[in-house]
């Protein structure tokens, strides 16, 4: 799982990487400089996002969603589209046709989320994330040294107060889930904002007394914004949905689909029925082929839990070691460092599993990080032994296939290498999410785990059905058909699952979906019509075909939707 926050669309010079000022734009009424002014709008309105990507003309701010702040978004991006009209049927080049069509796109889905969904007004969880977000994205960046970075720090800090503020005036009922989502990140962000507080004031004694001022204000503003959602009358049950009409938009405008939410639904529904079916049998074979069993195994005496951390990172090596040995895709030796560490504390509520933050592609010092469960500090036998035969076993290969290599760190490495700026900062998840689910099944068949292993065919099944009951949980929470506690109990019984730590896993899972529409239905159908292009090269190409240059081209092209790649590719 990629670790997301709100996605927009942030945008730097072509040349150089550094913002382009709007008015430069203006003076261009180019269809490039018209895709450059809309972009750099995006990035000063959501400046936290592009603090994530690596652009830092904005660190200063966090994001203003005053009734007179959105509004006037509103207007700019109504008038984004009536620039964008005029080139709808003027003579651009295909290459130039698509990046038409994701600049539209992103103009399409910010008045969506502003105008119509309004995010601002239903989730207190938006506030939340700005503000942790806003500091924590500050202090992962290595674009400068902390004494310059302070300065942005306190002045997010210092605006925390209006942004909680703001918050107060604009949600009306908000939805009961995101209440309490909200108020277990806010929780676990005044642990952060203090552990950050007390680093600056060390760090710089001098200045102390101001960022403690600084710092207890964004605090006390964080208390009492929990406090007002605990008073607050919440909204109905499905109050989270943004209703058939705008899923549909999301679906067309978005991903480039020619389907709705009740075909996606009959899909969905089709894939997982597959999906257990296949599952259940193979299952089967196992318990009748395979029976390893669970019998204490040797531990040695010095196995620890620094050694489940060490064989993380050490794992995440030899799968890229592989590729370099393999025929299957292009590493290049420049790609950046990537660590694996245990997911930070304060974004624990929100990521239930592993994740992956990307390095920001316009940062000076790039570093990927993958975040992985919490390792208990005092293991007892029984869990030693558990986790000792995970590493012998060399259980973790999974998941980095998909977090890192080939998947997320790989994939979002060299799309942020792409020339062109349209390209190089498109962020759909259907080719994002698609192309690591896709890297599950192929890296399989591509000799990673050696010969045939059944036990990992049976892990990489349960993938695919896991992300099949993703697409009907998707359609049925935000087209108003499922409360969540029906998309619990629903999942739980699609997926059989029997144990109670597996099913507090689908609850935190299914409350982070509700915040996330069309995100969940990315996975399964990116990764169909990335198999849908490679079979059509491989007719096209007969037997000339070669799997490391399609993967090589696929990625070339950056994070656009799978759906616009077969003109690029020639299809």
Known sequence: MLRRIIIVI???SILIGIPLHPTDARKSRTFQGVCLEILEALQSFYPVRATEMGIHAHDFHLADYSSKSVKSMIRKLKGFEKNLYK???ANLEDYQRINYRLVKSYVDIALLDLERIQWHKKSPQLYVDEAVN??????????????????????????????????KKNLKNPPPIYIEAAQETLESGLTFYRAVAAELMNQFPDQADKILKISTAAREAMTEFSTFLSEITPGEQTSFAIGRKNFDYKLSNEYFLEYDSDSLLAIGSRLLAEADSAYQAHEAYIEDHHQNGSDSVFVPAGFSREDILNY?????????????????ITVPDNIAPMSVIETPAFLRTMITGIAYQPAGPFDSIQHGYFYVRPVPEDLDRHQLE???RYVHRRGFRGSVVHEAYPGHHLQMQLAGRHPDPVRRWAYNFMMIEGWALYCEETVYHHGLYGEEDAVRWLGVLGGIRFRAMRIVADVMLHTGQFTYDECVDWAIDALHITSESSKDYIRREIRRYTFQPTYQMSYLLGKREIMRLRAAAMARDGADFNLKA?????????????TLMWRVLGL
């Open 10 to 12: 942030a945008l730097s």
């Open 87 to 89: 080139y709808k049927k």
């Open 134 to 167: 806003g500091l924590y994205f500050l202090s992962l960046s290595h674009h400068a040294p902390l004494h310059e970075k302070r300065v942005a720090m306190l002045a997010r800090m210092k605006a925390v107060p209006r942004l909680f503020a703001t918050a």
């Open 312 to 328: 993380y990172n050490w794992e995440t090596e030899q799968v890229r070691i592989f590729l370099d040995e393999s025929d299957y």
């Open 386 to 388: 558990a986790r000792f």
């Open 550 to 562: 399609f993967h090589d081209a696929l990625l070339a092209e950056g994070s656009i939707p799978p």
